[in-house]
């Protein structure tokens, strides 16, 4: 399997389907002893993971973090992660492309977490698993509780934020389209259940955040973009009362966090940059997103968290690109 299940006091722990702090400890020593988690190390790690039944609590941090180790450390340069790495890392926790066990998807994260910078495709697919443990009710969020079929819960929300978060490491602020799309797809398969309030605060700052980016906005660090606030925790059992909420005492908020395509060229511009401002001017909605956004949205009524999209939308970009005006409209 592996270098690690060649020693001796590892090859014991194959057979006794059983991990002790006592062992952990002894694994520690085995697997940092020489400052350097190999693949085979990794490799048969995970193979402990796969077969032993009972796991003491320490298990689970060391699992983490030697495997994180090897993926994010033991290439050049340190703290990026390859896209050999992702691969592996995706074919090895994969069971028909779904992560089956929580200690699988916690290490996930962390990897997010930890690294400078990933691929996307990593990101992609740790938000898939919430959204498929979110619209179809199983998976390795389960373990400990349980999930209700097309509705969102707090815990979710907050994983999809941590995701979210990880993933805006060096070169990765503004939200992604396929972060996007995965958002989407998790709003329109949960929209009438009766979702944790903090869930409409997260849809709408990130799918803000792609569109806001695309017309040439500066966004703010994720952690800013992305961040709680307290009037979306208030459930609001009127209809529209998110909606204002956001309006009233949200926008403004939002709009605050980033700097307008002006903003920025005038900073560059003082700067004698007159190239990258240039670059960097643009005052709509492109058509490309217009066109994403309104093949989301459709003929149909829109759902609250979606009208305080549009909302924002319409005070952030001073130009409305034709293919969103008749939303615009509905919402004026």
């Not at 060649?6 to 020489?34: C, H, Q």
């Not at 009766?194 to 605060?201: A, H, I, K, L, Q």
């Amino acid at each position: 399997m592996g270098e690690l299940i060649m020693s001796a006091p590892v090859a014991g722990l194959t057979s006794k389907n059983r991990i002790t702090a006592e062992d952990v400890i002894m694994l520690r020593r085995e697997v940092f002893g020489d400052g350097v988690v190999t693949r085979g190390e990794a490799e048969a790690l995970f193979a402990l993971d796969a077969t032993a039944r009972d796991k003491c609590a320490e298990w689970l941090e060391f699992f983490v973090e030697a495997v994180t180790d090897f993926i994010v450390h033991q290439e050049k340069p340190a703290g990026y992660v390859s896209q050999e790495n992702a691969d592996w890392l995706i074919r090895t926790i994969s069971r028909d492309g779904m992560v089956d066990s929580r200690t699988e998807l916690e290490l996930l994260v962390h990897v997010l977490e930890v690294a400078k910078s990933s691929p996307s495709t990593l990101s992609g697919y740790a938000l898939e698993q919430v959204a498929h443990a979110v619209v179809e009710g199983n998976g390795p969020l389960m373990t400990g509780g349980r999930l209700i079929p097309g509705s969102i819960a707090k815990a979710e929300v907050e994983l999809l934020r941590r995701i979210l978060y990880a993933y805006g490491g060096d070169g990765n602020i503004a939200i992604s389209r396929a972060e996007a799309e995965v958002l989407f797809e998790i709003n329109e398969r949960t929209a009438a259940a009766d979702n944790d309030p903090s869930w409409n605060d997260l849809f709408v700052k990130a799918i803000a955040n792609f569109v806001m980016c695309s017309a040439g906005y500066e966004p703010p660090v994720r952690d800013v973009a992305l961040r709680r606030d307290s009037f979306f925790e208030q459930a609001d059992p009127e209809i529209g009362g998110f909606f204002s909420r956001m309006v009233s005492g949200g926008l403004s908020g939002i709009m605050e966090a980033y700097r307008s395509p002006g903003d920025v060229e005038a900073e560059w511009e003082s700067r004698n940059k007159a190239a990258e401002a240039l670059a960097r001017r643009a005052e709509t909605v492109d058509a490309g997103e217009a066109k994403w956004l309104a093949e989301h949205l459709g003929d149909r009524p829109l759902h609250e968290n979606e009208r305080a999209l549009l909302t924002l939308i319409k005070h952030a970009s001073p130009e409305i690109h034709p293919a969103l005006k008749p939303l615009i409209d509905k919402v004026a």
